[in-house]
């Protein structure tokens, strides 16, 4: 079993940072791909970034390329998003993903592709 618990959610001004962070326990951290995905009010939860099991494979999507940057401390068994630029747009629930399959890339974009889930952490992006 897994558990994965996000943090550094809050609220932030337009043009503001954040850096979420999401802690998993309960595997071998390093050998597993993650995501983050968002869900906005009344829509669909989206891909918003993915990393390979090695780090140096990270993927982004358009809404957030250039903007946010994904890493994973290993060690500590943690993955990062840092969110720069923040917009209004930007305001959803942010959850983090395990894929399961050991040495998994960051090529993995659908909610169906990731096994676990943390509970969320909102981010506010105020006009």
């Known amino acids: 079993q897994v558990q994965l618990v996000e943090s550094g959610g809050g609220l932030v001004q337009a043009g503001g940072s954040l850096r979420l962070s999401c802690a998993a326990s309960?595997?071998?951290?390093?050998?597993?791909?993650m995501g983050w995905f968002r869900q906005g009010p009344g829509k669909e939860r989206e891909f918003v970034s993915g990393?390979?099991?090695?780090?140096?494979?990270?993927n982004y999507a358009d809404s957030v390329k250039g903007r946010s940057t994904i890493s994973r401390d290993n060690a500590k068994n943690t993955v990062y998003l840092q969110m720069n630029s923040l917009k209004p747009e930007d305001t959803a629930v942010y959850y983090c993903?395990?894929?399961?399959?050991?040495?998994?890339?960051?090529?993995?974009?659908?909610?169906?592709?990731?096994?676990?889930w943390g509970q969320g952490t909102q981010v506010t992006v105020s006009s």
């Open positions: 993903a395990l894929k399961k399959t050991p040495r998994s890339s960051s090529n993995y974009y659908g909610t169906l592709d990731y096994d676990y």
């Open positions: 309960g595997r071998t951290f390093s050998v597993y791909g």
């Open positions: 990393i390979g099991w090695r780090g140096g494979d990270t």
